[in-house]
Structures are given as C-alpha cells and as structure tokens.
C-alpha cells in the first residue's frame, strides 16, 4: 500500500484520524475533483458494490440524522496548493459495526457497479480496515 494522508477528526469530542486516504487515491480524486468539481464519500454498506465508499460531486448524496461524519480531507493539488475538504460520511448502521475500525481508503483497477464517480475511470475506491487499538 503506498503511504497515506489521514483526515481531520469530525466526530465531537474526538481528536484521532478514523479515515486515511493512500497517495494512489489522492492522485485519483484529484483527477475527479478537476471532472466533478468538490466530492464528497458515503459508506453505507449496502447495496450496489457493497462496502465500497462511494464517491459522489458534493452533495449529490444528501446525508441526514441517520448518517455520521467521521473525517474531512484536505485535498491538495499536485503542487500542494489546497483544492477544497472532501467530506467521508457513514451510516449510522453501519458505523455501530465499524466504530473500533480505522479505514483507508484505496483505489484498485477495474470498475464497481455503483454510482461512484471514479467507475468510468476504470478504477475503484475500496475500503482497508484496520482494528484501532
């Protein structure tokens, strides 16, 4: 896995990283944010691809009580100069299940069957947890 950038803690009263992006991602959403414009994940655990974070332009997925906000990225450009935060948001549901996991987010090669704006690119977000200690 190559190295990762974690994100800002977005959950009241913590002060730790749950969500980290590798470089190969990054490199990735900054190719999609110059497409889309300012993105936003959701990982919902259901339908579709599963447990793959799903990448949408922000706020195309509108998110509500039943959802949590477990991280912001600070996305940079290629040359470090900031683009814009990129929210990671989760099911309430789904984040009873994954509440003592760390999450990076990773891109691999081929398609998922989502919405997720990276599947014409012929890549996909995945999910690599890790229990936090």
């Known amino acids: 896995m190559s190295t990762v950038t974690e994100t800002r803690a977005a959950i009241e009263g913590e002060d730790f990283s749950r969500v980290a992006f590798t470089s190969d991602a990054l490199q990735l959403l900054r190719k999609l944010?110059?497409?889309?414009g300012p993105l936003m994940f959701h990982q919902s655990g259901g339908c579709c691809d599963g447990s793959s974070p799903m990448c949408y332009p922000a706020g195309e997925f509108r998110t509500g009580g039943s959802d949590i906000?477990?991280?912001?990225?600070?996305?940079?450009?290629?040359?470090?100069?900031?683009?814009?935060?990129?929210?990671?948001?989760?099911?309430?549901?789904?984040?009873?299940?994954?509440?003592?996991?760390?999450?990076?987010?990773?891109?691999v090669d081929g398609r998922g069957s989502g919405f997720s704006v990276e599947a014409p690119e012929g890549k996909r977000f995945l999910i690599r947890s890790e229990l936090m200690g």
């Open 33 to 36: 944010w110059g497409i889309h």
């Open 69 to 107: 906000l477990l991280g912001v990225l600070a996305l940079d450009d290629a040359e470090g100069a900031a683009l814009g935060e990129i929210e990671f948001w989760m099911s309430a549901e789904q984040f009873a299940y994954w509440k003592h996991t760390h999450l990076t987010v990773d891109v």
